[in-house]
């Protein structure tokens, strides 16, 4: 059964903190990692990841793959109180007949205090 | 439409009835996937249909759930006799299939409370 594990459950910071978030998998299909930011309700994308060791960069949000490590963070500079929201990461680990479905962790809760 | 558009935005029901959930995909997305979301909890897979069939059913939690996608467009996630460990947000997605970018594009979700 494919699993996608995710660290710390929940984190409070304060503003201007720098945060690293982790995910772990283990899948039998490995196609790729993706992180979504998830504020209210609909999840939103940040970030899909294929190759190691290649960091995808927006604004102040970073990730990098360890395809070695079966693992991903996602790092977060300089931290707002909108960054506030909980981080979900998912692996498409499907085969060609499975579209793009996700297989996804349960989350870390981020919140940044003033 | 612009986005994918989901209905109700909140149901509440009895314990022993049955709902049904609306996803509206983006047009011109053939993937449409169901996912479910306890509180405080990740996202749980329920169903994928390609266009109108469902290739992969294996989420669905029990036999009081069935979901169709009629004319490649709207699926209706349907629960029979709900309970109340059912109460929980569903989520819908869709997708352009053939394209590995791997980004579902998701509805705000139908938040369920089963008394």
Excluded at chain 1, 64 to 82: F, M
Aim: glycine content about 10%; some cysteine.
């Amino acid at each position: 059964e494919d699993k996608v594990v995710q660290s710390p459950l929940s984190l409070v910071v304060h503003e201007g903190d720098t945060v690293t978030l982790n995910c772990s998998y283990e899948v039998t299909n490995f196609r790729s990692l993706l992180w979504y930011k998830q504020e209210k309700k609909a999840p939103t994308f940040l970030f899909m990841l294929t190759s190691s060791g290649i960091e995808k960069k927006s604004g102040r949000l970073s990730s990098i793959l360890d395809k070695k490590e079966l693992s991903s963070i996602l790092n977060i500079t300089a931290t707002q109180t909108g960054d506030s929201a909980i981080y979900l990461c998912a692996v498409d680990a499907g085969d060609n007949n499975a579209g793009n479905m996700l297989t996804f962790g349960g989350g870390t809760r981020l919140m940044v205090k003033p | 439409g612009a986005g994918v558009s989901q209905s109700p935005s909140n149901k509440v029901t009895e314990k022993g009835k049955d709902v049904e959930l609306r996803c509206d995909p983006i047009s011109g997305h053939t993937a449409l996937y169901w996912y479910r979301q306890s509180l405080g909890q990740g996202l749980e897979f329920l169903i994928y249909f390609q266009g109108n069939s469902a290739p992969d059913k294996s989420g669905l939690p029990s036999d009081r759930f069935s979901a169709e996608r009629t004319g490649g467009s709207v699926s209706t996630l349907t629960i029979q006799r709900t309970q109340q460990e059912d109460s929980a947000v569903y989520l819908c997605a869709s997708s352009l299939t053939g394209i590995n970018t791997g980004e579902l594009f998701f509805g705000e979700g139908s938040r369920l409370t089963v008394l």
